[in-house]
């Protein structure tokens, strides 16, 4: 499978150790200033422009730290950061500046990035966030969600080489999901073989018929990992949650399982859209999600040429094919 190539991060060393260091990410309109507490006045006028900000402690010898996720619109991001630099709020000794610079974020992306960056320091042991109460904004369109989660990565790439790192507990394979990888594919060798053979008409007629049932639908084999064979999707394509409520993505990985932002793994759609639900519920709340999003092929929005779809379209797709495939098996053999 093709996958994206990383993006390079430009940084501009300037002549004066004081002044904040300038980083460009390659083939993105994503602009990234470093600036110490005591020298956020240097920062130029061109910075007060909406966006968003990380306040950053020092990290402790065991390479825990804290940290305060921020949004300057309205308003602009310097004018936000000196007014932090004069108060003895936090003891924060950095600030991580993230702007457009193309354009201007507008206040529903800032919030939304602001409550994603948040997520993904939340979900790792060794941050302590300063923030009381958690960001969220959830107005903006699902385009908009999946043109600013490519934002994450580079700004995550950034706090690692200031030396704040991220490490969440890692996806592991186990060896239950490994039997479980090896499964399927022995079932997909016996569906093809099975494919291959033309029922006949002594069998259809002694098979018994299935009972109908109003509003039923019938039960597939299909899982993702068989869209990834089938070319229908891509290793690191994202879904995106269609719920307001319930806002964020998950990864497709190279062997069809699915990857939230901080890591964690689910077999299937319906566990990963419980999964998700769960994170922005609170106890009273995570029953009526899962029994409203109970099915993850009608859950998971897609990218398509023809804009966000259903996943389960794809599934159908795929449906539609082994169907056609059959037929013309059965013809060639008359």
């Not at 990888?181 to 569906?191: F, K």
């Not at 006949?200 to 002694?206: G, H, I, K, L, R």
Request: charge should be positive.
């Amino acid at each position: 499978m093709e996958t994206s190539r990383p993006k390079p991060l430009h940084v501009m060393i300037p002549n004066d150790l004081n002044d904040p260091l300038q980083i460009t990410i390659g083939h993105r309109v994503i602009g990234m200033t470093i600036v110490d507490r005591s020298a956020v006045h240097r920062l130029t006028a061109d910075w007060n422009v909406p966006g968003i900000y990380l306040l950053l402690d020092r990290p402790d010898p065991t390479g825990r730290w804290a940290a305060y996720v921020g949004k300057a619109s309205p308003g602009g991001l310097r004018t936000r950061v000196l007014n932090h630099a004069s108060t003895r709020d936090n003891a924060w000794y950095r600030a991580l500046l993230v702007r457009r610079n193309d354009d201007k974020l507008h206040s529903g992306q800032a919030g939304w990035l602001e409550g994603e960056l948040y997520n993904h320091l939340l979900a790792s042991d060794q941050v302590y966030l300063h923030n009381r109460n958690r960001p969220q904004d959830d107005t903006i369109s699902l385009e908009d969600q999946i043109s600013l989660s490519e934002y994450v990565p580079p700004i995550l790439h950034t706090l690692h080489l200031l030396g704040h790192r991220l490490i969440p507990a890692p996806p592991s394979t186990t060896t239950q999901e490994q039997r479980t990888v090896r499964w399927r594919i022995r079932a997909r060798q016996t569906s093809s073989r099975t494919e291959a053979q033309v029922p006949t008409e002594a069998s259809n007629q002694t098979r018994p018929k299935p009972r109908s049932r109003v509003g039923a639908r019938s039960r597939s084999d299909i899982c993702v990992y068989d869209l990834l064979e089938e070319g229908l999707v891509s290793s690191g394509t994202k879904l995106v949650s269609p719920s307001r409520m319930y806002p964020g993505f998950v990864t497709i990985a190279d062997d069809g399982w699915l990857e939230d932002h901080a890591g964690r793994r689910c077999e299937t759609l319906s566990g990963a859209a419980k999964a998700l639900i769960e994170s922005h519920s609170d106890d009273e709340e995570k029953g009526k999600g899962k029994r409203q999003w109970r099915n993850g092929w009608d859950f998971w929005l897609v990218p398509t040429p023809g804009g966000l779809a259903k996943i389960d379209t794809l599934r159908r797709e795929l449906e539609r094919r082994r169907a056609m495939r059959l037929e013309q098996r059965r013809d060639s053999r008359g």
